[in-house]
């Protein structure tokens, strides 16, 4: 009997032995969940920790602009949000441009892996101090700066086509003003106001100029100047004296001003474009009536080229972008272009998409060159802008 009872106890032994290398033999030949894979990696890889990378963003700004400000801090928070091997930080800096040097210069003791900023208030400062800071690697946004005469071998720089998003604006502008929506004249005047007498502002300017007169040659374009890039009711003055003078469609590139063109094109009941942002849909809600003036916007994607800059740093590294170098970016890589939004699908009609569509891809394939104001001197940018007003 004691035979019969060890014999038993060793069968049931072997069968749950048996039974237990099955089971891992199954899950073994299964796909491995995210966890799971994670887990591997980490224990495979326990005395070499992941990389990260600290990541500071300064905006001279605020965040609320409905422009670059805001675009760059999208772009910087859905980077961080995909690619988990950043610790950040993001600093506005206001407007107050007295304060842009001490703040710069205490982010960049902080010793941040990369620190971003952007736009040409800023560029004297990265000129000035990255090389002090060699550690540090810089990304300046909106600017370029002397690499011939500074040492910059730290600093990755990007500039936009702006001409290229502002060429389609002009054109959707001169296609409004000669078409049957309810608001257009058919004056065969448009116009844009300007922030400041600079080459990036003018480049949106060159640009803007340049699209309307392709589709409507003898359009008529205003211009003008507020000589800021944050007084909105300079810009809403400056926006109603164009409305004024028979322009059906206003186009202001003037930073946190372009504001002020919205309430204009509310005030005289007139069609505009906005810049930077996708202004149309930031007033949706808080005021419709508006909104729907807003025919597009001309975008400047500065957060889609800062995604693309800390994508390579966490796919490659960060030694995998090219320090030192400046990069232009345009439609190609989605940085520029005209919100397609509701308001534009709904109240441009289709014939004007459809041109659009075809000047996109012209300009992508190059059968479309657009002018800019980095190949022009002050004197013929002037002279561009005159020739476009009579």
């Given at each position: ?61 605020f965040r609320g602009d409905h422009g670059l400000m ?92 702006q001409n290229e998003g502002a060429f389609l604006a ?72 164009m409305y004024s003078m028979g322009s059906d469609v ?141």
């Open positions: 009997m004691k035979k019969s009872i060890s014999l038993i106890v060793a069968l049931l032994l072997a069968f749950s032995i048996l039974a237990g290398c099955s089971n891992s033999v199954s899950e073994d030949t299964q796909e491995p969940s995210d966890t799971a894979s994670s887990n591997a990696t980490s224990e495979s890889t326990a005395s070499e920790p992941p990389v990260r990378y600290s990541a500071c963003l300064m905006l001279n700004g805001d675009s760059a801090t999208e772009g910087f928070e859905k980077a961080v949000k995909e690619f988990p091997c950043f610790d950040t930080k993001i600093v506005e800096a206001g407007y107050d441009t007295s304060t842009y040097e001490t703040t710069f210069i205490d982010l960049c003791e902080q010793n941040f892996d990369i620190l971003i900023t952007g736009l040409w208030s800023m560029k004297g400062y990265v000129q000035t101090y990255a090389s002090e800071y060699p550690n540090t690697k810089f990304i300046l946004f909106d600017s370029s700066p002397e690499y011939t005469e500074y040492e910059m071998s730290n600093v990755h720089s990007i500039s936009y086509m002009g054109a959707l502008a001169a296609l409004v003003s000669e078409s049957d929506m309810p608001l257009a004249t058919n004056s065969k005047t448009i116009s844009v106001v300007g922030g400041n007498n600079s080459n990036t502002i003018n480049d949106f300017m060159v640009g803007y100029i340049a699209g309307a007169r392709y589709v409507v040659p003898e359009m008529k374009v205003l211009s003008t100047y507020i000589a800021s890039v944050s007084d909105s009711p300079k810009c809403k003055d400056a926006s109603l004296q206003n186009f202001s590139p003037s930073g946190g001003a372009v504001a002020g063109s919205m309430d204009a094109a509310k005030q005289a009941q007139k069609y505009v474009i906005g810049v930077d942002g996708d202004q149309a849909m930031q007033y949706l809600e808080s005021d419709p009536e508006m909104a729907k003036l807003i025919v597009s916007s001309a975008l400047k994607n500065a957060g889609q080229s800062i995604y693309i800059i800390l994508k390579q740093v966490y796919e490659n590294g960060i030694d995998s972008v090219a320090w030192g170098e400046h990069e232009i970016m345009g439609l190609n890589q989605g940085t520029v272009g005209l919100a397609k939004n509701e308001i534009y699908l709904d109240v441009v009609p289709k014939e004007i998409q459809d041109k659009i569509i075809e000047i996109e891809e012209g300009i992508i394939s190059g059968k479309i060159e657009v002018p800019s104001a980095f190949d022009m001197t002050q004197d013929g940018v002037a002279k561009y802008f005159a020739d476009a007003a009579k």
